[in-house]
């Protein structure tokens, strides 16, 4: 096996064949040489291409979709999902060229950190038993996905009873407002760019525009769902979900169709309608809707919220690993990251103290 260095977007466009064979049967769209190639393209200017990719003569056996950030005087690695908030994944077809790969990620000797590894993948006991000489830590998280049933009424009798009555309050009151409407639609070339930029303007009526974090504040990511659409929506697998109240859009999801699962890649609402909770009622009319298309799952992807107790949730345990080599940069990046994590702490319990 031979290992490949790609630090510029020609040659990671040059391998999108061999990507995708080796990605075939994956449905993270997360691994997929489309998703990673749009992220490369969006965060150019703020990191460093550094795809790690593995050959076994004219086959692509194994990739790190990785990216190069400075960190003061320090470079650290990063998963090329970090940029948008997703869980992280190496792709490999066999245990030889994922213990190949993650002897690479060593040897580069730059500290690196993956999030939301799965807890049982053998990405996770590969860096685990490979480790060379330096400091692993590993932070326990979860993520969130609903198993669908067949049909909706088999789904509405999953619900607690707590849940079925909060979510039918919130109905009441959204119809207080006006007509409420749901609306599906699959995304393509001819509407794809205007389902985005009535979601921005959506996402950035509210909390998320004031601290900065929606796609209208955001100039990378707002490029990343730009590009992403764009060359998506040729496959039909983008989807798009809305809520109506008298006509007008309140609240909107976006998420990818991948062998028979519905994945979760933005979602927004308008802030003048939180008293309805427009976000939580379109989540689930969009589950109803993914159960009348035939999907068996929904991946809320990200980080677990307290938000999506309301639904039958399946718990994925995973864990965020960082690694430090035993140098002076390394020493430099362990210092850093502890000391961000404890100012961290200190803000959320000044916040907590002056509610």
């Given amino acids: ?119 049982d993948g053998a990405e996770l006991q590969a860096l685990k038993a490979r480790r060379k000489r330096g400091l692993l830590f590993e932070r326990a998280g979860c993520g969130h996905a609903v198993e669908l049933p067949p049909t909706a009424a088999a789904f509405e009798e999953m619900l607690s009873k707590s849940s079925s009555t909060f979510l039918r309050r919130k109905m009441n009151r959204a119809a207080k407002f006006g007509r409420v409407e749901f609306s599906t639609e699959t995304l393509d070339a001819e509407n794809s760019d205007a389902f985005l930029e009535e979601f921005v303007r959506i996402e950035g009526s509210g909390w998320k525009g004031r601290n900065g974090t929606s796609l209208s504040r955001n100039v990378q990511l707002k490029r990343f769902f730009a590009t992403y659409l764009n060359r998506m929506a040729p496959s039909g697998d983008l989807r798009g979900d809305r809520m109506k109240i008298d006509g007008a859009t309140i609240a909107m999801r976006l998420g990818l169709r991948s062998q028979g699962r519905l994945y979760e890649l933005k979602i927004g609402f308008d802030e003048a309608f939180q008293a309805c909770s427009p976000g939580l009622v379109l989540t689930h009319e969009t589950l109803k809707a993914s159960i009348r298309e035939g999907l068996t799952r929904h991946e809320f992807l990200g980080v677990g919220e307290e938000w999506q107790r309301h639904w039958p949730l399946r718990r994925q345990e995973d864990v965020t690993v960082r690694y430090y080599p035993l140098t002076m940069k390394g020493a430099y990046s362990l210092f850093r990251d502890f000391l961000n994590e404890g100012l961290k702490r200190l803000r959320r319990l000044f916040l907590s103290r002056k509610r």
């Avoid at 460093?48 to 950030?69: C, E, F, M, N, Y």
């Avoid at 190496?90 to 993956?114: H, K, P, S, W």
């Fill in 1 to 119: 096996m031979k290992l490949e260095v790609i630090s510029n977007l020609e040659r990671l466009r040059d391998i999108g064949d061999a990507w995708s064979s080796l990605t075939v049967s994956k449905p993270y769209p997360v691994l997929h040489h489309s998703w990673v190639l749009s992220v490369a393209e969006a965060y150019q200017d703020i990191s460093t291409l550094q795809v790690l990719a593995v050959w076994d003569g004219p086959q692509l056996v194994a990739v790190a979709p990785l990216s190069k950030i400075r960190q003061g005087p320090v470079s650290e690695l990063r998963s090329l999902a970090y940029w948008i908030g997703e869980p992280d994944a190496l792709i490999f077809l066999n245990q030889a060229a994922l213990d190949f790969l993650v002897d690479a990620i060593f040897q580069t000797g730059i500290a690196f950190r993956f999030s939301h590894l799965t807890l």
